[in-house]
């Protein structure tokens, strides 16, 4: 059997169709003689493939073209190895390629012809609706666009569709008005390489937008080329300080070092912006980018061929995919093997069949690019070979520049890859690589060609840098030939340097001449390059003649050099410190587009950039990743982690693996106490004794322990039945430790492990326990449903209703013992456990759920699921408070704190996890029957006195702020509901103002309360010396008022419009107002005559807030917010934009030191934002309702928010400096970024540790 395989015919070699059908035809002949005959019929062959008798004999004949899923079908009943079906299939597509499309279309009438995937060629304009799935990645980019700069670095890998981004996703929706007045912009797209395209583009002043596509290529242009490159950096430079148009520069990430150190001055122009492609696609995404190009042209996929894909995408990389996400470098993968399953569709389906046969995503560059290559004949291998590896610039590593394809002029490809007797196969190859693909062929102008009317010069590139990266043939092969063609390329350059000044000194010397001779006298070289050799040749010979300069001029030399060295030494310094800020910018960049797939990856990425050089944009990324509610991650197991819990003091974690070993860890230092080792069974659940002395572990299939937390020795050891003792609980008061698993529950003394009663359940077996807070009831369930009450003292069940749990995967009680919840698939069930009833079921899980745990108030429900995230709950209204994510894998424990401000979480990946819950919860509550409903806050100027409204209504309330407790009895205000209250700057007047429009003064000092005449619009501002109140008049009009007396000082007139906010500068020489009508303006404080009007806004009712440096002044709508130079009016950045009336920004305040704003919005969202930057720092969430007021305490360490019905929350402001932010981040991971993870992210790997560990971890 082993020779009549070796003599079976391969498809390599056939030159037309009918080769192909001889050689399929001998095929059978081979297959026949395996099985004992003369030949296989075509009964046999139709029985064994599916296909009917006739149609078999028409392709076979070759009167009809086979269809490639019948040929695939074909090879494989004839014992084609399916490694080796590609290339058939390949082979066939190259000798029928004139007769397939018309073909597909007579066997398989109304079938669309048209191929919606594009394998490795990029997304153009037409192609626009074929373009899915990125949809994140264009808003960013339109995102970027809208703001104030103008010139914009989008960066992103290899392989990461950067050009179809651009092409067929944002200048299609820039032409569809995707930003204001974008529609109306004329727009240019180019690209660096030979010719004067770019030059000429840039000639002209920039008006709309300029792309730049592939702009690495100017970044690698020859040595001869060196001085155009910089002309054209330094053009771009000019173009994007010219405030006139866009400029978007698009790029390969990896060459922004390359980049900073040739254009340090492009990098200043562009300043902050640079603009990361997502790192990943989500499951959406991908499916999207499959399912909907192929709807587009009447397409089907098979039931579960997208899922199918999308997973094998996802299971492509193990850095992401347990976060459900994919690396974008995934998508010429992706779309190649999408094309190939195209090709192999049938009656309009793109089936399963299809997608195997063209081997998966992981394999389809190799095996596609394996079988063109290896369809050509013996004599032409040599010659693909050489040509491909022409047409790849390989890495330079001096100067740290990765290998990247290249075009290069046909003449001189057929000269490098022949010997120069075998054009005609040179040519063949070409041929045979370009309609396949592999290689695309363009013609270029020519340098030294005019603009207009010319040929221009024919090169060819390889189609994709994916083949550089994935086709792993070729990366040996470019390896092997590295040195011959990083010696072609160096020479190409000194060629050029020599042709352009036909200087001796140009030709080549030393190493390079000694090596040209030796490789032209082993290979043919293009006809240029050896007459240069050979002219450098002759100078050497020449020049051995000729004598050494003067000693004299030697010295004179001498002296000149230590001179210039110590200015480029000086150079030198300057250089690396732009190129140390220019990586730093970068990597911060990276580690934005990580935190929410990778925030642990993100964090560190974070630190190194802040090291690399204290940029903003590295500050930025380390807030960011500080703010993260992760701050402890633990990572001694070997093996899964399957139980946490915390010591009631929160001093101490517990986790158990899956190996049966409990570890007991202290949180501060993350120094192991004990290892309590028992591989009696996996550890499934673990309860510490309320004193924290003593430790339970239960154990699938093995008996419970005590441990005692202070020795680590075991106290006693407690029986369980056959399932072992999987579930443990202490009772309130430590007394009892409750064991199940089985269908009993047994009753043990907490201090000496004797059993003291059994209850019996008469079910399955019991695997969620909870004590009643007063230890008198206990609470006990299983999967089958059935929940048990027992009363403690006498051992009677009490009654309960039957709740379905459906085989849940978790089930918890909640504290009180009144509710149950369960996982449901990726839905959790919440259940009365008196009625029995579904209270709410919760269905916004990524994955299933997998881990449940209510928070000891019950406030809170936290779900984990197998995917890795985690979500709270609030229990008051089931909506979701945050998301966090970290576990790489499924979550199998979650546990709160005893004060419920820390999470714990343990999972597959070997970690537990402790989140901390701070920022999710406010640090004070006042009581909400005293401030519910409460609009107006104010903290006296002391910060001593927090003054807030109602109710009742009318009446003002004082607190302090330090420990929420009242103060004094409430003042009675004389107006209709008090909707905003204000201290003045001295702290001795109070102004109230009420629904009716009624304002009110009180003297804090004498109690006597004045009051203003009139109806006024509810807005008011303080002068910065207190002397005048300003408040908002019905119409057109601000009135000033004595602040002291209630007395009227001037009425303010001009086109106002209906004022709905009013401030003072803080130097009180200006005022800004705010409209109904959507129209902010800057006034002279004193006459009212208008200094600038601030547009933009296109929602009405604009906020007004200055900062206290009196520089900017910030204004806000339900459109989002923006800030302004108060001097020129100019505007400085959009701060955010609302996507729906839920998240629109609702209040705004400056801290006192001016360098953080503070926004609430209409979700109950807190946002902080770093003014210098722009960006956000931290965001707090756990307000149930809208925040219509936000204020800064005087000393910048306490906001205090109001809206909706519960009442006035005081918040910690979480802001450290940029250097405790990275001791945080390092003390929270507990590790520094491994091997791969450098390799993966950054340029240079030379840096030390950045996150040095403590002694007492190591």
Not at 291 to 312: H, K, N, S, T
Not at 442 to 448: D, E, F, G
Request: with cysteine; hydrophobic share 40%.
């Amino acid at each position: 059997m082993a020779e009549d395989a070796v003599a079976a015919p391969g498809p390599a070699g056939s030159a037309t169709e009918q080769e192909l059908l001889d050689r399929l035809n001998r095929l059978r002949v081979a297959a026949a003689r395996r099985h004992g005959k003369a030949r296989l019929s075509l009964r046999d062959l139709a029985t064994a493939t599916g296909v009917p008798r006739s149609s078999l004999a028409n392709y076979l004949a070759g009167r009809t073209v086979m269809p490639l899923d019948v040929l695939d079908r074909v090879v494989l009943a004839l014992g084609v190895d399916p490694a080796q079906a590609g290339a058939w299939a390949t082979a066939w597509e190259r000798v029928t390629a004139d007769r397939l499309p018309a073909a597909a279309s007579a066997v398989h009438p109304g079938i669309p012809d048209v191929c919606p995937y594009r394998g490795l060629e990029a997304f153009t304009a037409e192609h626009a609706g074929w373009f899915q799935g990125r949809a994140d990645a264009v808003q960013r980019v339109l995102a970027a666009l809208a703001g104030p700069r103008r010139g914009l670095l989008l960066l992103g890998p290899s392989g990461a569709g950067k050009s179809s981004l651009v092409a067929a996703g944002v200048l299609p929706a820039l032409a569809a008005g995707g930003l204001p007045g974008s529609d109306l912009w004329p727009t240019a797209l180019t690209r660096p390489g030979p010719g004067p395209g770019l030059p000429a583009r840039l000639a002209e002043p920039v008006d709309g937008l300029l792309v730049v596509d592939q702009f690495e290529e100017l970044l690698t242009a020859p040595d001869g080329d060196r001085e155009a490159a910089h002309k054209v950096l330094d053009r771009l430079t000019a173009l994007i300080g010219a405030q006139s148009g866009r400029v978007l520069l698009v790029m390969r990430d990896d060459f922004y070092p390359r980049l900073a150190a040739l254009a340090p001055e492009l990098l200043d122009a562009l300043g902050s912006g640079l603009v990361n492609v997502p790192a990943t696609l989500g499951v959406q995404d991908l499916r999207d980018i499959i399912v909907e190009p192929a709807a587009d042209v009447g397409l089907r996929c098979q039931e579960g061929l997208a899922e199918r894909i999308v997973a094998d995408v996802l299971a492509a990389d193990t850095r992401t995919a347990p976060a459900r996400q994919a690396p974008v470098t995934v998508l010429p993968l992706l779309e190649l093997t999408l094309l190939q399953v195209w090709r192999r569709r049938r009656d309009g389906w793109l089936t399963h069949e299809a997608y195997q046969r063209a081997g998966g995503v992981a394999g389809s560059v190799a095996t596609w690019c394996d079988a063109v290559v290896d369809e050509f004949p013996a004599e032409q291998h040599s010659i693909a070979r050489r040509m491909l590896t022409a047409l790849v610039r390989p890495a330079d590593d001096v100067h740290h520049i990765p290998a990247v394809r290249q075009q290069v002029p046909l003449p001189v490809l057929r000269d490098l890859a022949t010997d120069g007797e075998a054009a005609a196969d040179a040519d063949a190859v070409l041929a045979a690589l370009t309609a396949q693909r592999v290689v695309t062929t363009r013609t270029v102008r020519a340098t030294n060609q005019d603009f207009e009317g010319t040929d221009g010069v024919a090169v060819a590139e390889l189609v994709h840098e994916a083949l550089i990266r994935d086709w792993s043939r070729l990366r040996e092969w470019v390896g092997q030939d590295h040195r011959f063609q990083d010696w072609l390329r160096r020479t190409a350059e000194q060629h050029a340097r020599w042709a352009a000044s036909r200087d001796p000194d140009d030709l080549l010397s030393g190493s390079l001449l000694a090596d040209g001779l030796d490789w032209s006298a082993r290979r043919r070289l293009p006809a240029d390059t050896a007459t240069f050799v050979v002219a450098s040749q002759r100078r050497q010979k020449a020049g051995k003649r000729r004598v050494r300069r003067l000693t004299a001029v030697l010295v004179g030399l001498l002296v000149a050099a230590l001179v210039a060295t110590n200015v480029a030494f000086w150079q030198r310094q300057n250089a690396a410190a732009s190129q140390r800020v220019a990586l730093s910018r970068l990597i911060a960049a990276t580690s934005d587009s990580l935190i929410g797939s990778d925030p642990d990856l993100a964090a560190l990425l974070a630190v190194r950039a802040y090291r690399t050089s204290p940029t903003a944009e590295a500050t930025h990324s380390v807030y960011a990743a500080a703010a993260l509610p992760q701050y402890r991650s633990l990572t001694r197991h070997g093996s899964a982690v399957t139980a946490v819990v915390l010591s009631p003091d929160g001093r101490t974690v517990a986790t158990g693996d899956q190996d049966g070993t409990v570890r007991l860890t202290e949180v501060a230092t993350r120094r192991s106490r004990h290892v309590l080792a028992d591989r009696t069974g996996a550890v499934s659940s673990i309860a510490f004794s309320p004193d924290g002395r003593t430790v339970a572990v239960g154990r699938v299939g093995g008996p419970a322990r005590l441990w005692d937390v202070a020795t680590g020795l075991t106290r006693a050891t407690l029986p369980g039945g056959p399932v072992g003792t999987p579930s443990v609980a202490f009772s309130p008061d430590g007394r009892t430790l409750v064991t199940g698993g089985d269908d009993r529950v047994r009753l043990w003394d907490g201090a000496t492990g004797r059993l003291r009663r059994v209850f019996d359940r008469r079910s399955e077996g019991a695997f969620a326990l909870r004590f009643t807070p007063d230890g008198r009831t206990l609470v006990a369930g299983g999967r089958d449903g059935d929940t048990s009450r027992w009363d403690i003292g006498t051992g009677r069940p009490r009654a309960v209703a039957h709740v379905d749990f459906e085989d849940a995967a978790a089930i918890v009680y909640s504290p009180d013992g009144r509710l149950a919840a369960s996982s449901a698939g990726g839905s959790v069930r919440v259940w009365d456990l008196a009625s029995g009833e579904l209270r709410t079921e919760t269905d916004e899980h990524t994955a299933e759920v997998s881990a449940l745990a209510f928070s000891p108030d019950g406030a809170a429900l936290a779900a984990a699921t197998t995917d890795g995230f985690l979500r709270l709950w609030n229990t008051a209204t089931w909506q979701p408070r945050v998301q966090l994510h970290g576990h790489a894998g499924i979550v199998n424990s979650l546990a709160f704190s005893r004060d419920g401000l820390t999470l714990a979480s343990a999972g597959d990946d070997h970690t537990a996890r402790l989140w901390k819950l701070t920022l999710l919860r406010p640090r004070a509550v006042l009581p909400s029957r005293e401030t519910a409903s409460a609009h107006g806050v104010s903290f006296s100027p002391d910060g001593s006195t927090l003054a807030t409204t109602g109710p009742p209504e009318g009446a003002v309330r004082f607190w302090d702020p330090a420990t929420g407790r009242p103060l004094a009895s409430a003042l009675d205000g004389r107006v209709d509901e008090v909707l905003r209250v204000s201290f003045s700057p001295d702290g001795r007047m109070l102004a109230l103002i009420g629904l009716d429009g009624g304002v009110r003064l009180w003297d804090s000092v004498t109690g006597r309360i004045a009051s203003l005449r009139g109806r006024f619009i509810p807005e008011m501002a303080f002068s910065p010396d207190g002397r005048t109140l300003a408040v908002g008049g019905r119409e057109d009009a601000i009135l000033l008022w004595d602040s002291r007396t209630g007395q009227a000082k001037t009425t303010l007139r001009g086109d106002f419009g209906q004022v709905v906010s009013v401030a003072f500068s803080p130097d009180g020489r200006t005022m800004a107002t705010g409209s109904r009508q959507g129209r902010a303006t800057i006034r002279d404080a004193a006459t009212g005559a208008e200094k600038a009007v601030l547009g933009g806004h296109t929602a009405q009712s604009v906020s007004v807030v200055y900062s206290p440096d009196n520089r900017t002044l910030a204004t806000f709508n339900l459109d989002g917010a923006r800030l302004w130079d108060v001097e020129t009016g100019r505007l400085r950045a959009v701060l955010a934009r609302s996507v729906n009336l839920d998240s629109a920004m609702t209040s705004m305040a400056f801290s006192p030191d001016g360098r953080t704003l503070a926004t609430g919005s209409g979700d109950g969202t807190l946002r902080l934002w770093d003014v210098s930057t722009t960006r956000p720092r931290a965001t707090l969430t756990g307000a149930p309702n809208s925040m219509s007021t936000v204020v800064f305490s005087p000393d910048g360490k306490t906001i205090a928010t109001a809206g909706g019905s519960e009442g006035v929350q005081l918040w910690s402001v979480p802001i450290p400096d940029a250097a405790t932010a990275v001791a945080e981040i390092c003390h929270a991971i507990g590790r520094n970024l491994t091997r791969q993870e450098r390799i993966t992210y950054l340029p240079d790997e030379s840096r030390p540790d950045d996150c040095p560990r403590p002694s007492n971890e190591r």
